[in-house]
C-alpha cells in the first residue's frame, strides 16, 4: 500500500491533535504543515520544525502532496487558498465550517470539475458521525427535520446558567476563564457557528442547498437567570437549537435560536459542551447523535476518520468516493422567520393593576394566538409584576404584531423576552 | 447507470418494509422474492404474486442477480443458503445476526476467497448507524468500550416495570399483547439476541474475532419489582446492558447482564423499545447513539441504506469498498465473568435480629469486598427483612464466594438478586 502523502495548514489545537493522531499511521506521510509563526516552540516530542512553512502555497502547490488537510479556519485567504490546492487536483479534508456554509457551492463545483473531493466530517459537531452517516448509510431515508445542539460554548454557558442560577455575564465569564469560551464570544454567543454548521447538515441532508444568508440567527446573550428559572419551574431546560426542516410544501425552514426544550426531550439532557443531533427522517425514524462537539482529539477523530477512508478508497479506484460528491443543483426555498409556525414563551413586566392579564389576553386573541399558560411571577418594588405567557402553536409574524400591540399598551411596561418552545 | 439487480430472501415485516422503500429507488430492480408461503395475501398495493418462489436457491443460483438482501433469519438453512450465493459471486446485505455471530468467521472467509462484500448495518441496532460509521469515518479510533441497549423488548418490559410498578410477568404479558414481545420471548428475554448484537459489534469495534460462546449471558427473568423498587431508590434504573471492553492487558471483556445505571447516565435515560450505543474510543472520546433498533422501517433504512452505498461503489469501482470488507484475523482472548471487576448490588432475605448485618459485613470484608451502602428494606411477616447491599469495585468470583458463604449462615434466608451497576 502506498502511503497517502499530506500536507496540513493550520497548526494550533486542532491541527496539533491531527497531526498526533497521525503518528499512529504509518501509511500517511505529513509532508508539510503551513503556520502562521515559524518559530514558536511546539510541545510535541521528536518534533522535527524543518517540516513547517509559513506559506501554505508551498503545500497546495507542491507536485508530491495528494490531499491538503485544512484546519486553518476563516475565508480569507483559505478560499484563494483551497482553490488553488483543488485546482491543482488535490483532495481536501477540512473543518471549516464558515468557508463551507459561505463558499461551499463554489468549493464543490470546482471540485467536481477537478474530479477530486472535499470531506468535511470535522466541520459539524466535531467527533460525532454525521456528514458520512448521512451521506451514506442513511441515504435511503427522506430527512424531514434536524433538531441539534451544534455549540459547545454556548449549551457551557446555558448549563452552569440553569445549574448555578448565574447570570448570562457571570457563566460566560467562568467559561472564558476555563478556556470554553474565546476572548471575543461573538462566533458563539450569537449564533454565527451554529448557523454555519446547520446550514451545511441542512444541505446535505435536505438534498438542497441552503443559504447562510437566509439562516434566521439569534443567540443567547439575551437570555436571564429569571428566564432560566421560570423555564425550569414550567418544565423546560432553555437551549440553543440548530434546526432545519421540510416543511410539507417543500419549502425549508431553517434557524438558530434559543429554545425551552421540555425536560423529558433528548435534547434537555445534553449539557456542558457536549453536542448532540436529532435527525428524523423516513424510514428510519428519529436518531439521536451525541458526542463531543469540539476538542482538539474529537475533531482529529473526524478529519483523521476521513483520510482513512479517502486513503482506503484511493487505494481500490481512480475515482473519487460516489457517496462524497456533494452535487446540490437545487436550491433551497427557504421562509422567513415570520412565517413560522411555534409555541411561544413570552416575559412580560406589566403594571400590577387587575387589567393587565386582561389586555395580554385580549390582544393575543385578537393576533389569533391561543395561550396556554400565563403565570404571574411577583411584584417588583415599583409595582410592577412579571408575566410569563405560554401560547399554542402560533405564526410568528402574529405574535410579533401582538408585541407590538401590547407596548403600546398603558399596562405593558416592557417585553423581557420572546423565546421558543420544544416540546 | 446499471439498474442493481437484486433479490430478497424472507418476506415478513422486514422485508415487506425493504420491498416498500425500495420502490421509490428506480436504480434498484427487485427480480425474485423468496418467501415461505407463495398464496399468503399480500397487503402491498400493484403487487405482483409472479416475482415469489418458495425456493430460495432460485435467487442464489439465479445469474441475473446482483446482490441477495437475507432478511429471513436463523442459521439453517440460511447459512448454506447465503454460501451458496456467495459461491455464486453476489453480494449479500443482511439483517441475520444470529447467522453472523455464530457463522460470521466462515462467511467472511468465504465472502473473501469470492470477492464479494457481506454489509450488515441491520443486524445491530436496527435504524442506528453504526456498522458502517465504525468501519469508516470513526476507522482512526482505538474503541476501548461499549455500552448499550440493543434489546428493545426487555428494555420496553423493564420500562413499563419501572414506570407502572409491574412484575416480570406482567409486563411481559403486556408487551406480548402489545407486539413488543413474541409468545415464545426466550430469545429476548433470555439475552440471546443482544449477545448476538454485541459479538458483532465488538469483533468490528475491537478489530479481534469475538466468540460469541464466550460471552457471559443473563436475561431479565429474574428482575423484580422490588428490585426495580430498591435501584429507584438508589438513584438507578434497571436495564439489560450489552457491554464490550479492552482491558489493560488487552484481554477482552464482552457480556449482556441487567444492570443498576446511574439515573444521570444517558443509557439511563433510554427507555421504551429504543436502543442506544455508548461507545468510547481515542481519540474522539464519548459517543452515544440512540434511535429505533427493531420494526419494518428503521431496519429497511439500514438494509437499503447498504444497498445504495454497494450500489454507488459498484459503478465506480469493480472492486469492493475497501472500507467494508472484514478482516479480523486475529482471535479475542476473553475473560470469564468470574475475572470481571464491578460494583454490585445484592438483594438478600436475612433473620430480623441484630446479627445479620455483622454477619453480611464480616463475610464481604473476609472477600475483599468493601460495601458501600447497606439498607434494610422492611421486615417481612415471618420475621424475616430484605436487605439491600451496595459494593464498591471488586472482583466477581470474590462475591460468588462471598454469596456461597452467606448462605451457609443461618441468619441468611435468602440471596434474592445479585446486580451489577454502572455509574
Not at 135 to 149: F, P
Not at 244 to 270: C, F, N, S, T
Not at 304 to 332: K, T
Not at 359 to 369: F, M, R, S, V
Request: charged share 20%; net charge negative; glycine share 6%.
Amino acid at each position: 500500500m502506498k502511503a497517502l502523502k499530506v500536507g496540513i495548514i493550520g497548526f494550533g489545537t486542532v491541527g496539533t491533535g491531527v497531526y498526533k493522531v497521525l503518528q499512529s499511521f504509518p501509511n500517511v506521510e505529513i509532508i508539510k504543515i503551513a503556520v502562521k509563526n515559524i518559530n514558536k516552540k511546539r510541545e510535541i516530542e521528536n518534533f522535527d520544525n524543518n517540516i513547517l512553512t509559513d506559506n501554505p502555497y508551498e503545500i497546495v502547490n507542491n507536485p508530491e502532496i495528494d490531499v491538503v488537510i485544512e484546519v486553518a479556519g476563516n475565508v480569507d485567504p483559505t478560499f484563494d487558498i483551497l482553490t488553488t490546492a483543488i485546482k491543482n487536483k488535490k483532495h481536501i479534508v477540512t473543518a471549516n465550517k464558515e468557508l463551507l456554509a459561505k463558499k461551499g457551492s463554489e468549493l464543490f463545483k470546482l471540485a467536481k470539475e477537478n474530479n477530486v473531493i472535499i470531506l468535511y466530517e470535522a466541520a459539524v459537531a466535531g467527533g460525532i458521525p454525521i456528514i458520512m452517516p448521512v451521506k451514506t448509510i442513511l441515504c435511503a431515508n427522506k430527512i424531514s427535520k434536524i433538531a441539534a445542539i451544534l455549540n459547545g460554548t454556548t449549551n457551557y454557558i446555558l448549563t452552569k446558567m440553569s445549574e448555578k442560577e448565574l447570570s448570562y455575564e457571570t457563566a460566560l465569564k467562568q467559561a472564558q476563564e476555563l478556556g470554553y469560551a474565546e476572548t471575543d464570544p461573538t462566533g458563539d454567543v450569537e449564533g454565527f457557528d451554529a448557523a454555519y454548521k446547520i446550514s451545511i447538515l441542512s444541505t446535505i441532508s435536505f438534498n438542497k442547498k441552503v443559504d447562510i444568508n437566509k439562516i434566521y440567527r439569534e443567540g443567547i446573550t439575551k437570555i436571564t437567570a429569571q428566564d432560566i428559572k421560570s423555564a425550569k419551574e414550567l418544565g423546560y431546560t432553555i437551549k440553543l437549537i440548530a434546526m432545519g426542516q421540510v416543511l410539507e410544501d417543500g419549502k425549508i425552514d431553517v434557524r438558530v435560536h434559543p429554545m425551552l426544550v421540555a425536560r423529558k426531550h433528548l435534547l434537555a439532557k445534553i449539557d456542558n459542551a457536549t453536542n448532540s443531533i436529532m435527525l428524523t427522517g423516513y424510514p428510519v425514524g428519529d436518531l439521536v447523535l451525541t458526542g463531543a462537539g469540539a476538542g482538539a482529539e474529537p475533531t482529529a477523530s473526524s478529519v483523521v476518520g476521513d483520510l482513512l477512508v479517502l486513503s482506503a478508497e484511493l487505494e481500490s479506484s481512480d475515482s473519487p468516493l460516489p457517496q462524497a460528491v456533494c452535487n446540490h443543483s437545487e436550491i433551497a426555498d427557504q421562509i422567513d422567520i415570520g412565517e413560522t409556525y411555534n409555541e411561544y414563551y413570552i416575559s412580560i413586566t406589566a403594571s400590577n393593576n387587575p387589567g393587565a392579564i386582561g389586555i395580554i389576553g385580549t390582544i393575543c386573541g385578537k393576533n389569533n394566538i391561543n395561550i396556554s399558560t400565563i403565570m404571574q411571577k411577583g411584584i417588583n418594588e415599583d409595582n410592577t409584576a412579571e408575566i410569563v405567557v405560554i401560547t399554542e402553536r402560533s405564526k410568528e409574524a402574529d405574535v410579533q404584531n401582538a408585541l407590538a400591540e401590547l407596548l403600546k399598551s398603558n399596562n405593558i411596561k416592557n417585553i423581557n423576552n420572546l423565546l421558543r418552545v420544544m416540546n
